[in-house]
Nanobody, 125 residues
């Protein structure tokens, strides 16, 4: 099992940047594909970005492509989400997730077995 703890959320003005971190417990962090999802108030949880086990492959939703960057440091058991050019539409609770067994696509929340508690990101206009 793995436990995930997100940090770095907060309030930011539109156009600015914010960086999220997700620290994982355990010794097998490098065996997990990692993803970021977000859930705005009253909406379903949606895929934001994912990164392969070694960090070679990265994947983004169309809504964040070119603005967000996912990365990982397996030595530090941490995955990051750099968010640039933020807009009010990016306001949501952001969740980090870990996927141990690949059985579907990287952008489905059902693919991920472990989740963090989430961190709030609020972008003001």
């Amino acid at each position: 099992q793995v436990q995930l703890v997100e940090s770095g959320g907060g309030l930011v003005q539109a156009g600015n940047s914010l960086s999220l971190s997700c620290a994982a417990s355990g010794r097998t962090f490098s065996s997990y594909r990692m993803g970021w999802f977000r859930q705005a108030s009253g909406k379903e949880r949606e895929f934001v970005a994912a990164i392969s086990r070694r960090g070679v492959g990265t994947y983004y939703s169309d809504s964040v492509k070119g603005r967000f960057a996912i990365s990982r440091d397996n030595a530090k058991n941490t995955v990051y989400l750099q968010m640039n050019s933020l807009t009010p539409e990016d306001t949501a609770v952001y969740y980090c997730a870990a996927n141990a067994v690949y059985s579907g696509t990287y952008d489905s929340p059902y693919e991920y077995e472990y989740w963090g508690q989430g961190t709030q990101v609020t972008v003001s206009s």
